[in-house]
């Protein structure tokens, strides 16, 4: 990037180079010079992600989210949570792509909930703008769902929470597991068959090198589960929004180890507290014939909660 900058190194260079990284952040909490390589990627694409450049996946995937009817359609074929008027200071954010592949999460969130306020005509938060090339207009989006919804915004999506928050403010976003647990509830283990289930958990790249958390859900996990530690859960799962769609292959390849541990540990399920890990560690473990199912955090929470 600073070669480019310097003109030492021509502009496409950078084009294949960007394509590679996840944008997974994990570089952020480790680097001792607090460098936010999250932004310096995401300000390069923004560079050079244009015109001919911008992948055609990209292009699509814009034209889904580009307004906000646009994005209720996506949840038309599948049973969303309704809108809903209870507290005006607390709003539960749809998403765009979950409410249309994980519809069952908003649902579940509303019934075990009741507090939060639910509308269906929002629109999209601008994570995926501001990971793909369209900085400022994923910043303006945020902005313009953040007037939409006042107060705090309850979202389940990981790497929702940590774009939404890094422009409208930390004090607005809240995770699931975080605000779950903020509300100190009383939960019992889960049993199948007269016993306690045997969960793992995947983190959200976004959500714990962007915001911190992490604790969070694992805590609320321990609660309700035999909790057990997958080995690297911090290291992405290679979903890393688009990149499993755009780079096929190496997505594949960043997952494989994590499917061969979970196998290893026989586990009920695996907990997940993002869309996209969810999708993809649900195919992985479908293509490798393992059992174990994959669910986001909320779901197990209503096992116990309802």
């Known amino acids: 990037m600073r070669a480019v900058q310097e003109g030492r190194l021509p502009q496409e260079n950078l084009l294949a180079e960007s394509s590679f990284c996840l944008g997974c952040r994990a570089c952020e909490p480790v680097c001792p010079a607090g460098v936010e390589y999250g932004v310096l990627l ?19 995937l ?22 809903r008027k209870a507290d005006p200071a607390l709003h539960l954010m749809l998403g765009c792509f979950e409410r249309a592949l994980f519809p069952k999460v908003s649902r579940t969130v509303s019934e075990i909930a009741p507090e939060v306020s639910i509308t269906t005509k929002q629109g999209c938060c601008g994570a995926l703008h501001a990971h793909n090339g369209e900085l400022e207009k994923g910043k303006a989006m945020a902005l313009k769902l953040g007037d939409e919804l006042p107060g705090t915004i309850l979202t389940t999506a990981g790497g929702c929470a940590a774009h939404l928050a890094s ?30 289930i045997r969960v793992g958990f995947q983190d959200s790249c ?3 090198n962007g915001l911190g958390v992490f604790k969070e859900p694992r805590a609320l996990l321990r609660q309700i589960s035999e909790y057990v530690e ?6 992405c799962c290679g979903a890393a929004g688009s990149y499993s769609l755009l780079q096929k292959k190496n997505s594949r390849r960043v997952i494989a180890q994590k499917v061969e541990d979970i196998k290893l540990l026989n586990l009920d399920y695996v907990a997940t507290v993002n869309p996209g890990c969810t999708r993809q560690l ?25």
């Open 206 to 208: 976004h959500l714990r």
């Open 230 to 235: 997958i080995p690297n859960a911090s290291g």
């Open 62 to 83: 814009f034209l889904l989210v580009k307004s906000r009817w646009r994005v209720r359609k996506l949840g038309v074929l599948s049973r969303t949570a309704r809108s």
């Open 42 to 60: 995401e300000e390069m694409r923004e560079i050079v992600w244009q015109g001919k450049n911008r992948p055609l996946i990209v292009r699509g």
């Open 167 to 196: 422009v409208i403010g930390r004090d607005r976003v809240k995770e699931f597991s975080e605000w779950w647990l903020d509300k100190d509830v009383a939960l019992s283990k889960i049993e199948e068959n007269g016993v306690v």
């Open 282 to 306: 649900a195919s992985a473990l479908k293509r490798a014939g393992i059992k174990t199912r994959v669910v986001h955090i909320s779901e197990l929470v209503a096992m116990v909660a309802r």
